[in-house]
């Protein structure tokens, strides 16, 4: 058991945590990646300005 926290309560459900997600990634991981190789890529033009591309563009 890894020791993240004080609480031992916490560091046994921080565990557990670790466990659920990567049950879920082991289990979900390959079917993630084929939808998002698959999905339609998004090029930079189509994405609507923000504030935070505004600011790199301004750092620029």
Do not use: W
């Amino acid at each position: 058991m890894s020791r993240i926290y004080d609480n031992p309560k916490y560091n046994a459900a921080f565990d557990r945590c670790i466990d659920v997600m990567t049950k879920l990634m082991l289990k979900y991981g390959n079917q993630v990646l084929e939808q998002h190789q698959t999905a339609a890529p998004v090029s930079l033009q189509e994405q609507p300005d923000t504030m935070q591309s505004s600011s790199f563009a301004d750092a620029a």
